[in-house]
């Protein structure tokens, strides 16, 4: 297909380790988001990339996220340190470019820090 | 820091019935989307409003964007089993990732 894919599906990992999380948008998509729902929350926005501007990074809930898209296209967001705080679902979306347009949804890593 | 208030968080109801979610807040968005998320699946867009007092119809479900565009509605006709999800509201205009707010979601479930 060619939607938004996210990989791996679901992470268990100990605290204190580090994590990465993948996420493919759709081919030709300029815009990524990375968002965060945890239980009972809504969409917590974490990071913004839009071309080749530098990254939105107001949402970052500490310096143990950081994320980093290559070649316009696939990103990463790397979780270092885990605490049982950062489970969560990790949502990554694209969107065609800045502004109007409709965000697609990967469907999610589920990461539990045990 | 713009916040969108959602309610009610939960609600079951019978199928055949109606229901409305409400999506509130004290900030203007220029404009605002409510998506639909089934679970092990990301949200998936319904429908964006622009224009305060705008109603758009989506086979049963009808949407409105308040008077001062400060708040909306989703009204669903009929329920069907079909409908259940965590419908989410989504707000642009200022702040962050492209200005897009999320509220915390509406979790409905339609028993058949």
Redesign the interface.
């Known amino acids: 297909g060619a939607g ?1 894919s996210q990989s791996p599906s679901n992470k268990v990992t100990e605290k204190g380790k580090d994590v990465e999380l993948r996420c493919d948008p759709i081919s030709g998509h300029t ?1 990524l ?1 990375w ?1 965060r729902q945890s239980l ?6 974490l990071i ?1 990339f ?1 071309g080749n501007s530098a990254p ?1 990074k ?2 970052l809930p500490s310096d143990r996220f950081s994320a980093e898209r290559t070649g316009g296209s696939v990103s990463t967001l790397t979780i270092q340190r885990t605490q049982q705080e950062d489970s969560a679902v990790y ?1 990554c ?1 694209s ?1 065609l470019a ?3 347009f ?7 890593t589920r990461l539990t820090v045990l | 820091t713009q916040l ?1 208030e ?1 309610s009610p968080q939960f609600l079951s109801i019978q199928e055949g019935e109606n229901l409305t979610v409400y999506c509130n807040s004290s900030s203007v968005f220029s ?1 605002l989307q409510w998506y639909r998320q089934e679970p ?6 319904l429908v ?1 409003v622009v224009t305060g007092g705008e109603v758009k119809k989506l086979k049963r479900l009808t949407f409105q964007f308040g008077d001062a565009r400060k708040d909306s509605s989703l009204h669903i006709t009929a329920a069907q089993p079909g409908d259940t999800g965590l419908y ?1 509201c ?1 707000g ?1 205009g200022g702040g ?3 200005g ?6 509406t979790h409905l479930i339609i028993q058949p």
């Open positions: 938004v815009a988001y968002y009972g929350q809504g969409l917590e926005f913004y839009q939105d107001s949402g949502l979306a969107k800045g502004g109007v409709t965000q697609y949804f990967g469907p999610g | 969108l959602q404009s092990g699946e990301g949200p998936v867009l964006t989410l989504a642009a962050g990732a492209d897009l707010t999320f509220g915390k979601g």
